[in-house]
């Protein structure tokens, strides 16, 4: 009887384990899939902020060549 009481102890204690890691796993992916999105709207606004051509070549762009 004891060593039923053991091993259930154990699974227990592993499974509230599992389900930790299995927490840390899920927020570490969420906070990873933000980076990734803070960086993709990082490039997007230095896109947008770049210089952009003026004047005559806005009216006469250049022939190819």
Do not use: C, I, T, Y
Not at 20 to 41: I, T, V
Not at 50 to 58: I, N, R, S, T, W
Request: aromatic share 4%; net charge positive; proline share 5%.
């Amino acid at each position: 009887m004891k060593g039923q009481l053991r091993r259930k102890a154990q699974r227990e204690k592993f499974a509230r384990r599992v389900v930790l890691l299995s927490q840390e796993m899920d927020a570490g992916l969420q906070a990873w899939q933000l980076r990734q999105q803070e960086k993709l709207q990082e490039e997007e606004r230095k896109q947008q902020n770049a210089l952009k051509p003026k004047g005559a070549l806005l009216q006469n762009p250049r022939p190819s060549q």
